[in-house]
């Protein structure tokens, strides 16, 4: 994959939060409450693809090929149910 990358202008890769952080993070949010809000909740399991994008970077970067992490919002990519 990393050869053909050099093939493409742009590149663009989407990833997960790596294995077993998001049921960490819906554990930490059940100890506060059964019926967390919607937003907050949304807020919360994010943060682990979060985590995910700036080490997948940070790893890219230092094998030479650039990266810069962005979270959906900031593509502006919106999900609904």
Known sequence: MVGQARE???LVVVVSAMSGETNRLI???QQI????DPREYD??????EQVTIALLSMALNKK???AVSYTG???HILTDS
Do not use: C, F, I
């Not at 409450?33 to 967390?36: L, V």
């Open 43 to 48: 807020v919360l399991v994010s943060t682990g």
């Open 8 to 10: 493409w202008e742009r």
């Open 64 to 66: 030479g090929y650039p």
């Open 27 to 29: 554990e930490l949010a």
């Open 33 to 36: 409450t059964d019926h967390p």
């Open 73 to 75: 919002s900031q593509v």
